[in-house]
């Protein structure tokens, strides 16, 4: 394998050259004998300001390829006492010792398949960033968090979360999941859900720390607290969407429902699904904090963007609204959203779509705000 060094935040590291595997002028990173995503920089970045929030002891970075996250980790925030970096492929373990080496990085360097190193260890900070569905590795990742851990996850099989692919949304989240207007946040949601599912058999809770949706993945920090009570409490959170395709209407709550209660049509449901906070503010709020010290970031002004937003956001837990969906179904035109934003007042952008909007206001006063712009 030809290898070339490329820098990455304070890392510098070999990854395998990518003329070398390029077919027909194209490259995907999991043609590389190993992975590494430069697509995947900004999910690092704003790894790297959430692991500074949580300045964990020890870390498990359990497949971590290049192990570009891991070496991100100690070398972007206070080192923590133990590192452990995992992959099952052989030539990946030679890349992350190299890399491990280069950057004066003190990690245990382990060639195991990731549920069963997982099951048999524990840390302060389980980092889990699979190909596709993190599902296979949720019962491991969370049995080796600590009381009061965190737990990482990233997943790129946005067609089942989204409701495009719904029996494999059925096989891998065990969730029903038909297409809906607001689909990023449905997908977000049906993952916490299943990951709320998983921690209660081992009678853990998660509380999101941060939640979000970029380009082509989800990525999602949670905390974990051990206790029966609190799973049941975490529970308590899950429940169901719907939305009717004739009126737009859309519902969230515990009970399932299946006709429509304003037009009486059939509605569309997705669920069960996390209806719970998808962020702890004040957490959002130390992560500004932490990138303020890393002008260092060629992310830096959209991390800075993009953590705002959520902020903004996040004072809104109610899924958003489609602007071009819901002007649709009034076969209206779409006003302006800054316009839209201004009629409800209490009201947000969303990271999730351009095309939506996070509101305290219902659907019957987001209604009234389309209608009314379209009669100016
Ligand atoms: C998406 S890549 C990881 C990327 C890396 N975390 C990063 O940020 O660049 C997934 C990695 O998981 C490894 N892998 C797949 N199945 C595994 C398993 N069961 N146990 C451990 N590693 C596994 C693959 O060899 C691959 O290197």
Redesign the pocket.
Known sequence: MRLVEISEGKAKILVPDQREYEREGKFDPAWAP????TR?VF??DISVLAVSVISPKNIV??????G??GIRYYLETTPPQTLVL????KG?IELIKANSERNGVNALVTN????SLLFETSADYV?V???GTPSPFILSSIKATRNNGHVAYTATDLSPLEGKAKMSCKRKYDAENSKLSFSKEVGVRVLIGKIAREAAILEKAVIPEIAFYKDYYYRVILKVKRGAKRADECLNNLGFYSECNNCGFSYEGKERIDRCPKCGSPMKTAGPLWLGNLYNMDFLTRMKEELKTRSYLQNFSKLDYFISLLIKEGKYNQHYFNLEFLSSKLRLNIPPKRKILECLGDASETHFDPKGIKTSKNFQETLSCIKGLNDR
Do not use: E, G, K, Q
């Open positions: 190993v992975f590494y995503n995947m999910n690092r970075d359990a497949l971590s390829a290049t570009i996250r995992n992959d099952l492929d990946a195991r398949d990731a549920n980092d960033d699979p190909f």
